[in-house]
């Protein structure tokens, strides 16, 4: 009994020292709409990237929502539809602006992940005339605010940053994703805390691949995309190149907003399923080591309630830390505080798709995506 309860206390410790010496990543402090930077001088040149497969259902909003930009210096869009089975270039072809080039992307080469391809494609012909000061590379499922170029701009210009990233809102309306995505905010940022990926001064760098703002010369320096043509998690693959040619920034916004929905929990674990063992290393130690943290984070409070006295002390202790971690990313998500009494559950969930992550990637379909698994099974 008293080894148990020791175990629960060292449980809490545990959550102590998540809260408070992990960046106060749970905290949800770097957003965009904290501040606002001057606008500069002379507004540099941007070009969007939009690298498009099979986005028949969300493509006219996204792009629509690009070309609507109040941005007061020279704007243009490339859009690479990437081997689409379905109508996306039409349809974004038919939205008739003379800043909208469709371009249709050459055949999938082995060797790359992704949309990267695609994004390599769009990145070359942005640069073959009138080479633009910075690149936007941005999803086709992702809308954005009318405003959300000029203040990208103006932080990155204020900054002399390299990278400006924003996490774009995820929907948050079925039961699924009310239970599930604004945890997935606060993992990621658990992983990768956002006040260390901006400060110059530590190694950790992110990014949010559905929106980034990238100085092209220093994408050019950093080797560009084609440098990271194999990674599954290829924005923090970006994000840790770039950190090496200057300061990055990362923060969470409601300017940049996800069009895709994850009405069910299966829609979900697909999504995480892709990339979470590529960011164990594809290793088994790994992952043994992650399932045992999670559970050691949320299982092990739990069973401390059974044991009473101390014990029980220490589960509660726990589950309060946790759930007043979650707090922050609740209300960024307008959702019930109660939901963070669920995390321990939650975290089980997780903690299984992780699992079958792995599980995909030993059958030889890791980080399935559009149709293409990408991660090598082992042989």
Wanted: with cysteine; glycine share 8%.
């Amino acid at each position: 009994m008293i080894a148990a309860s020791f175990i629960a206390f060292l449980s809490l410790a545990t959550w102590l020292v998540l809260l408070f010496g992990r960046g106060f990543f749970w905290l949800a402090r770097e957003r965009d709409d904290r501040d606002e930077a001057p606008a500069p001088p002379i507004w540099p040149s941007v070009v969007a990237v939009v690298p498009a497969r099979d986005e028949a259902d969300v493509i006219a909003r996204s792009i629509a929502s690009l070309l609507a930009q109040d941005y007061p210096g020279t704007f243009r869009a490339i859009l690479i539809d990437d081997q689409s089975s379905d109508d996306t270039a039409k349809i974004a072809g038919a939205l008739g602006d003379e800043r909208l080039e469709v371009l249709r992307g050459a055949p999938h080469p082995r060797g790359w992940t992704g949309k990267l391809f695609a994004v390599s494609q769009g990145v070359a012909r942005a640069n073959e005339a009138d080479a633009p000061d910075y690149l936007w590379l941005t999803d086709a499922d992702i809308s954005h605010a009318p405003d959300n170029l000029r203040r990208l701009v103006a932080r990155a210009e204020a900054n002399k940053l390299v990278l400006t990233s924003l996490m774009a809102k995820l929907r948050c309306d079925s039961l699924a994703e009310r239970f599930l995505i604004p945890a997935f905010v606060l993992f990621f940022a658990m992983l990768f805390p956002f006040a260390w990926a901006n400060d110059p001064k530590k190694r950790a760098a992110a990014a949010a691949g559905g929106c980034m703002l990238v100085q092209r010369e220093a994408l050019a320096r950093a080797g560009g995309i084609e440098a990271i043509r194999g990674e599954i998690i290829d924005d923090c693959a970006l994000a840790r190149r770039l950190k090496a040619q200057g300061p990055i920034w990362l923060g969470l916004t409601e300017r940049a907003v996800s069009l895709r929905p994850y009405p069910q929990v299966s829609d979900i674990r697909r999504m995480v399923s892709r990339s979470a063992y590529a960011q164990l290393g594809f290793s088994p130690l790994v992952l043994a080591g992650t399932v045992f943290g999670m559970a050691w984070l949320y299982i092990v409070p739990l069973a401390g309630l059974a044991l009473g006295g101390l014990g029980a002390l220490a589960g509660v202790l726990a589950w309060a830390a946790m759930a007043i971690a979650f707090q922050p990313m609740l209300r960024f998500y307008r959702r019930s505080p109660l939901w963070g009494l669920a995390l321990p559950l939650i975290g089980v969930f997780y903690a299984a798709f992780t699992i079958d992550s792995a599980v995909q990637h030993w059958r030889g379909r890791g980080g399935m995506w559009k149709g293409r698994a990408q991660a090598i099974a082992p042989t």
